[in-house]
């Protein structure tokens, strides 16, 4: 099982802030199991705490704001990306000011130091959210468009376009979040000269130069111009009839600007508040409409709290009828459970084929046969006898009895023709012979019943 990662120890960074000029630090400390992404901003009264998620989006003019209450932090995005490409679930943040240093304008300096420091696993499990169907966002109003289809990993491609000479076209590909650190952290973020003066004029990138970004001049304008704008980011002067990119640094790579843009699309991801698991392809991204996507994915996550496991039925199974009777005891018409199709040491997905030739629908009910919830939850119970049997040596002498059952949901009928998938964890390693559980039964992408149970492993007699 794939568990929940933080960093080792903590470390801070320091630097100017991109639009507000100030000196600035951000320290990152390790955070326990289910924590999330956090913000605190240490410089005010109280030092409030903001869940780093899409919902706290308050501005996305040219960066990332979070926002809660009178708290506002800004151009988180080059961090968050480093975080989320390098598997890292839980973390505290900490920011003497309303932004992140701004560093070399790109996630290189924070890979540095998360590699560093290096990642401690925990205990408890990493919960993907698997994509199972295309789904899509569109802005007709810009033509940006981000697209997330099924995939086995998370993967990105970005393809952006402007009215320029200069940088007119550009795609650039991450298929592996290995491959971060080497081929999309170093990548700078990116200003047009025509976009400073308003910028500047809006009280923003008061901290920005040719250290922290790529300025690109592709619309030619007076030297006059030019010159105040070179000495505003701090730029040797430049020839007014020659358009091209204003850097001290050479570009890393020739396609960098859209490099960039995957690293901004994983930063804003990763408020989604889960890894994914999915392709994701962006045409003509931005934070706004990478923050409108992030909130859908939100809102369709919470639709399927807990997400049903993948099922094939063409695809072989791990354990048979015939192999489910060598550890059960159970026999019809009390055999609830058909076959396993995912067999680990903490958790288990089994299949349950409902029929209409059940004996229990000859009484609930003949006009309207609906399954009985008491033995949904023990089909469930019975996938977790499997689970606990399976790791047992002689497992067949052992038999597995109910000692308590919470917290039972039922949420949808379940009736003939259905399949239902069970998913059940084991909570806890088995202690004393006793095991406790957290079982979900599903049919198709739907959530039908849930329970937390307790059970206990006892020798059979006839084996004593």
Known sequence: MLRQNTIRESFSLSGKGLHTGLNLTVTFLP?????????????????????AVAENVVDTQRGTVLGKGEMRCSTIEHAMAALYAFGIDNVLIQVDGPEFPILDGSAEIYVREIMRVGLQEQDAP????????????????TGACITLLPDEDFSITSMISFDSKVLSSQFATLDNMEKFASEVAAARTFVFVREIEPLLMAGLIKGGDLNNAIVIY???TTQENLD?????TGAERHDATELGYLQHKPLVWENEPARHKLLDIIGDMALIGKPIKGRIIATRPGHTINNKFARMMRKEIRKHEVQAPKYDPCKECVMDINSIKTLLPHRYPMLLVDKVIELKPTTIVAVKNVTN????????FPSEPVMPGVLIVEAMAQAGGVLVLNSLDDPSTYSTYFL???????RQKVVPGDTLIFRVDLVAPL???IGTMQGYAFVGENCVAEANFTAQVIKNKQSV
């Open 431 to 433: 202690r004393h012979s």
């Open 31 to 51: 955070a326990p199991p289910n924590h999330g992404y956090k913000i605190q901003r240490v410089d005010m009264e109280g030092c409030p705490i903001m869940d």
């Open 404 to 410: 308590r059952i919470d917290n039972v949901k039922f």
């Open 218 to 220: 592709e619309r030619q």
């Open 228 to 232: 105040k704008l070179c000495e505003l």
């Open 126 to 141: 990493k919960d993907y959210y698997y994509i199972t169907k295309k789904m899509e966002f569109r802005d007709e109003k």
């Open 357 to 364: 030739s059940e004996p229990f629908f000859q009484g609930h």
